[in-house]
């Protein structure tokens, strides 16, 4: 994603927890991102938010700090590095609601040709009571994404 992007980022031995501190507006907020193994061999849930403490990340507040897409470029810069690393794993991700999941959408919609470079990606959509992948598209509804790299 071409967008300016925060640098100082710490990463736990594993690299499956990220730590950043958004800048705005509001101050200074921790942002925490987490790679988690799902129930589903080889997928990992990207988990991203404020931190609240070590263990947990608050998904659903909207920080309105004023720099949204550094936040967002920073979460790539960070999934291309993880996946840089871990390969052969499907990273997944959901909005919390779906404001957040349209926004994630239009994210991977204005940098597609970039993302698509270096990522397979999918749509994640329910049907019938079962996660399904279909190929992403700009003007499809979902209810998550799943990337891998190619």
Wanted: aromatic content about 14%; some cysteine; proline content about 3%.
């Amino acid at each position: 994603m071409h967008y300016p992007k925060y640098t100082e980022i710490t990463a736990s031995p594993d690299f499956d927890v990220f730590e950043f501190i958004s800048i705005g507006i509001k101050g200074e907020i921790i942002k925490k991102i987490q790679f988690a193994e799902t129930y589903y061999p080889g997928i990992y849930n990207l988990g991203f938010g404020d931190k609240i403490n070590e263990a947990d990340i608050d998904d659903e507040t909207d920080s309105n700090n004023g720099d949204r897409d550094k936040v967002l470029a920073t979460v790539a810069d960070v999934v291309y590095f993880y996946t840089s690393i871990y390969p052969d794993r499907n990273i997944i991700f959901f909005g919390s609601n779906d404001v957040r999941t349209r926004l994630y959408r239009m994210a991977i919609s204005n940098n597609f040709e970039l993302l698509n470079k270096d990522f397979h990606i999918f749509a994640v959509q329910l049907v019938n009571g079962r996660i399904i992948r279909i190929p992403f598209s700009h003007n499809i509804n979902c209810i998550g994404f799943l990337i891998k790299r190619k």
